[in-house]
């Protein structure tokens, strides 16, 4: 992505917060994961998002003074020892250069610095409450500039959290955002087709894993955006299941809920398959009232609709269906108004999606009354699932351990939708035949 974008994406913020203001936004750090080694650094997206700065422990600092704007990067110093060990650091002449910031320093450098940026400043910005750490650094920050008071020196009185200006930004893809999420789906959705191709009865689940994060690395989406479901049978009522350690069994189910991640950009994908290539009629059955309810609730999106409106829709046909097959019994409204297909429908019917798979935004409207409206730009998950239990005594036997999700990745636009994961195989008929084709 062109550094034009990021320092698009500053300027906008920047018009958003208080004049006479300093606002610290903080990179991610490095997380042991056992003894002396770490787990691959994840950046902190917000700070992505307004930087495209990839290394840990930098800070961005926007000064606004009288309407004029400022940035300034504190990022790790060269140091020739380190790198040997521990790779190529950036540095601050590059770090300026190549990612438009006005200024660049040091992070030995970051405790004069601020502080005498926030002498007689009104107000400080940063994203309080998110990590203590950066709470404890500004507070102390601030405690050093008001000890100068009697040298005249005023520090801010007003804090603001940031937050939620840099998450309504998030929530809105640019072009170029969009054109990434488009790879990144196209990339993922490769990798569920491979892994629909290779399954094959008496496999472990972290075998289809595997294929996947081959095909995700193969393709330039090095990492998976999280860790990957591969659920066969009734592991699939398991929401989270990540084990993956179970073996594929003949006349099961298998649910893969996976992504990759291309320049921090998250990919949320799920398909649900039999595992020897043809489904039962019970899980054709319940796959198809699935299928019926997601597409009905990708149909309704467009601008000014809402996934409370989406939800009604998903929630009527799946309440109807369930109805008709016996596992819900009673009257249609009254089951539809007691909402009670969310015995089997137990989560959302969607979030956002972008730098994080979960992405950030409200859902609400600003008076809280409502479910917001779609603009142009949202990308969202649509993911209704049915999960009945192995356990379940209150429905026939024969509909017990199955568990469906599917999820496909959702643009709005101007026109309605666009749907970014359309490519993968999803009809029973086109996974069927799919399966059959594959050389197994
Ligand atoms: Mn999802």
Request: aromatic share 8%; with cysteine; proline share 3%.
């Amino acid at each position: 992505m062109p550094t034009s974008e990021f320092k698009a994406r500053r300027a906008l913020f920047a018009e958003q917060l208080p004049d006479n203001s300093i606002t610290l936004v903080f990179a991610g750090q490095e997380v042991t994961r056992s003894n002396d080694t770490e787990y691959l650094f994840c950046q902190d997206k917000s700070f992505f998002y307004l930087t495209g700065f990839p290394e840990p422990d930098a800070v961005l600092m926007i000064e606004k003074v009288n309407g004029s704007v400022s940035s300034t990067l504190f990022c790790l110093a060269k140091d020739p020892f380190a790198e040997v060990w521990h790779g190529k650091r950036i540095g601050c002449e590059v770090a300026k250069e190549q990612f438009g910031f006005d200024t660049a320093y040091s992070l030995d450098d970051i405790d004069s610095v601020v502080e005498d940026a926030l002498a007689n400043k009104h107000s400080l910005c940063y994203c309080q409450g998110h990590n203590p750490q950066h709470d404890d650094q500004v507070y102390t920050w601030l405690a050093q500039v008001k000890a100068k008071v009697r040298q005249g020196i005023s520090a801010p009185n007003s804090l603001v959290n940031c937050q939620p200006i840099i998450e309504e930004l998030r929530l809105i893809k640019s072009d170029a955002e969009l054109d990434v999420m488009r790879k990144v789906s196209i990339i993922s959705g490769g990798a569920h087709l491979r892994a629909m191709e290779k399954t094959q009865v008496g496999m472990f689940e972290y075998q289809i894993e595997a294929e996947l994060l081959h095909e995700f690395a193969r393709n330039g989406a090095r990492f998976a955006a999280y860790n990957s479901i591969v659920a066969g049978g009734n592991n699939a009522n398991t929401l989270h299941y990540t084990d993956n350690s179970g073996m594929l069994k003949d006349g099961d189910l298998l649910l893969i809920d996976a992504g990759g991640e291309l320049a921090g950009y998250a990919a949320d994908i799920t398909r649900t398959f039999p595992i020897n290539g043809k489904f039962t009629p019970e899980q054709r059955t319940l796959y198809q009232l699935v299928l019926d309810a997601q597409m009905a609730a990708i149909n309704a999106i467009k601008p000014g609709a809402n996934l409370g409106q989406l939800n009604d829709i998903c929630q009527h046909i799946l309440t109807e269906g369930l109805l008709n097959l016996g596992i819900l019994k009673g009257d249609l409204s009254q089951l539809i108004a007691d909402k009670a297909c969310k015995q089997y429908f137990i989560h959302g019917l969607g979030h956002w999606l972008g730098l994080d798979v979960h992405d950030v935004g409200d859902y609400q409207m600003k008076d809280k009354r409502q479910t917001r409206s779609f603009q142009p730009g949202m990308v969202m998950t649509i993911e209704p699932g049915l999960y009945i239990p192995a356990g379940d005594q209150n429905v026939d036997q024969k509909w017990r351990g199955l568990g469906i999700r599917i999820e496909d990745n959702i643009v709005v636009t101007e026109q309605g939708f666009e749907n970014l994961s359309e490519q993968v195989p999803k009809s029973v008929d086109d996974i069927e035949r799919t399966m059959q084709n594959a050389k197994r």
